[in-house]
């Protein structure tokens, strides 16, 4: 086993890992979305659904059994059963209004997240609960992807095969890492027995996909201990691999350590380092017979293995959210639901949805959106944006593309683009030369 080198580029000091938000998961960035443009979500709900355009469900589970140092997500520990009853219950009257909004028309959907914090925290019984429940209110039985999250210590075998019965055809396991210390030191709840018997029963349980989630370049991270941990995976053989880059959020532990202590960087692996650890192990999935199928992703059988939740969104399905401060996409309009628990709940109870912030992104702005998004599959397709936005890529965009060709990072290829490893492994970064000039200042947030 080689582990990954780390000295072939020495890092420039603005290549260390700062805090603020790396990934680029939306367009335009969130701190655009205001709570005076809440009117336009309404709106956009009393609209009928665009043509052609599919219909997704995510449902966020807030709930955790312990709070990871890096975590971002809006997430809580040490919940009663009692609350999470309340919470399960206000999630499936939020799915009650939207049913009755022009916007849903005759569509079912196609896919269905259940993400968290950690779903698989809620026991079998309160999962009963819950799924009964959407599904009397919208059916699922026209879905082509079912995906569910899980933490590997909250499942056993019969959690699992539960699981398994509702439908869900991915499930995606939270590993991160197989060191012991370092999923200690970073604030994982589970250990690798727990992963080992939680894949274990996973595939006696006969899931379509099996995905493993990992994270390059976690605290007191090393490249032996990556190289280990990259070939665990490969001998698991999983459907598909998840890999992301460490970041630091303003509002994880972590960062609240750096700012208590003055620092300016994180004590974790630079971007150079990262980028080339998530190498590595593309390098060692290709090897093994996956393919690389996006920036943070690899898949034993692409035929075979798809993921409708990504593909669709980041070509402008529309994504109806439930549950504290989820994120919405319908009819063109960004939207968000209130942060807040109390806050949440209150307007359930008052039988109104929960939105908090909205914006209507221009029609260049969704060509944008969609096309920094698409970005991370490595590929970007011309006829693509010539049919959909009338535009052409290759002009509109021509500073940019010369700039990323001229750096080996990007190759034109008839009617389309096509991004260099090195590229793909640094989208997040060069994204940000595509958008609007007015958008370009300060962190992504």
């Known amino acids: 086993m080689t582990a990954p080198s780390t000295t072939a580029v020495p890092p420039a000091d603005d290549d260390k890992t700062s805090a603020g938000n790396y990934f680029v998961s939306n367009y335009p960035p969130y701190y655009y979305w205001r709570p005076d443009f809440v ?9 009928p659904p665009r043509p052609n355009a599919e219909l997704g ?3 966020h589970i807030p709930y955790c059994r312990k709070r990871c140092h890096f975590c971002y997500f809006k997430v809580y520990t040490g919940a009663k059963s009692s609350e999470i009853r309340e919470y399960i219950d206000a999630a499936v009257a939020e799915l009650e209004i939207y049913r009755t909004k022009s916007f849903i028309g005759d569509r079912k959907p196609a896919f269905i997240y259940f993400g968290g914090g950690t779903p698989s925290f809620l026991s079998t019984s309160q999962l009963t609960t819950l799924a009964k429940a959407l599904q009397s209110v919208f059916p699922w039985d026209a879905a082509r992807e079912i995906t569910f999250e899980c933490e590997p210590g909250t499942l056993n075998q019969k959690k699992l095969q539960f699981i398994r019965s509702l439908g869900v055809t991915r499930l995606s396991l939270g590993v991160e890492n197989f060191d012991e210390h370092i999923l200690e030191i970073n604030g994982r709840a589970h250990r690798t027995k727990e992963i080992d018997r939680a894949y274990d029963y996973a595939r006696q349980a006969d899931f379509p ?5 990992l994270i390059a370049g976690m605290l007191e991270e090393t490249p032996e201990k990556w190289a280990k941990t990259v070939e665990k995976t490969v001998a ?7 890999i992301y880059q460490m970041e630091i959020p303003f509002n994880t532990t972590i960062y609240k350590r750096m700012r208590d202590a003055g620092r300016l960087h994180a004590p974790v692996a630079d971007w150079h380092t990262k980028r080339e650890w998530v190498a590595h192990a593309f390098d060692r999935l290709e090897a093994a017979g996956y393919t690389v199928t996006s920036a943070y992703t690899a898949v034993r059988d692409p035929q075979r293995t798809q993921f409708v939740y990504r593909d669709e969104l980041w070509r402008g399905a529309d994504l109806m959210s439930l549950g504290v401060a989820s994120f919405s996409h319908v009819n063109g309009t960004h939207y968000q639901n209130a942060h807040d628990m109390d806050t949440y709940l209150e307007h359930i109870k008052c039988g109104r949805l929960p939105i908090s912030r909205a914006l209507t992104p221009t029609t260049e702005e969704l060509m ?24 052409d890529v290759m002009d509109r965009f021509s500073l940019q593309l010369n700039q ?14 096509v991004l260099s490893r090195e590229g793909l492994l640094s989208v997040d970064a060069l994204m940000w030369d595509f958008f609007l000039p007015k958008h370009q200042g300060g962190r992504y947030a």
């Open 236 to 242: 698991m053989a999983p459907d598909s691999v998840t």
């Open 404 to 417: 990323l060709e001229e750096r080996g990072l990007i190759q034109r290829v008839p009617d389309a683009l």
């Open 368 to 391: 944008i959106r969609e096309l920094i998004l698409q970005f991370k599959l490595g590929r970007i397709e011309l006829d693509y944006f010539r049919s959909k936005f009338d535009t």
């Open 57 to 59: 469900i995510y449902l």
């Open 39 to 47: 009117p336009e979500a309404h709106a956009a709900l009393d609209r």
């Open 209 to 213: 996909q099996i995905n493993i989630d």
